[in-house]
């Protein structure tokens, strides 16, 4: 998960990229910079009211080619994808959790819960910066766990 305000490299280019998403009528999603194996990844993620297409992820890709390497961003090479945040999009910032209270989301747990498992489906209820209550689809019960006990919170798009 990006930080806005700080300086590391996904920080860095989430100040670059979101008032260029905002240029073309994009939202900024997350901006991840990983290495998997010997390779790293800048992955920017776009997002928009009626979907994103291939058109608007090479158009974003192609508006930040020069800022990005201007500001010379990254200690090492990286590959660079723009993509979108796919139908079970995995909510990482406060801003999704607000935008989603009422939703379907499924939840994958690092460790199990007692009685639930380690994955379960629900209703968002609530959320702040360190906590979300879910309702439990299976019991009605309300559930609330921490944010960095989860492997992930995404959207439940398909129906039950």
């Not at 073309?24 to 992955?43: F, H, M, T």
């Not at 192609?62 to 090479?77: H, S, T, V, W, Y």
């Not at 945040?85 to 747990?109: C, N, T």
Request: proline letters at 2%; one cysteine or more; charged letters at 35%.
């Amino acid at each position: 998960m990006a930080n806005k305000k700080g300086n590391n490299t996904a920080g860095m280019v989430w100040e670059i990229a979101e008032p260029i998403a905002k240029d073309l009528g994009l939202q900024l999603w997350d901006v991840r910079y990983v290495k998997e194996g010997a390779q790293w990844y800048l992955r920017v993620i776009i997002d928009k009211e009626d979907g994103v297409g291939i058109d608007d992820c090479e158009k974003m890709s192609r508006a930040l080619d020069a800022p990005l390497d201007e500001k010379e961003i990254g200690q090492n090479q990286y590959i660079l994808e723009v993509s979108s945040p796919g139908i079970e999009r995995e909510l990482v910032r406060e801003e999704h959790f607000d935008q989603f209270i009422g939703a379907d989301v499924m939840v994958k747990m690092i460790r199990p819960i007692e009685g639930i498992g380690k994955e379960f489906k629900g209703k968002l209820k609530s959320a702040d910066k360190q906590t979300v209550t879910i309702t439990d689809h299976s019991d009605e019960n309300e559930i609330t766990i921490n944010k960095k006990d989860t492997v992930y919170i995404k959207l439940d798009d398909f129906d039950f």
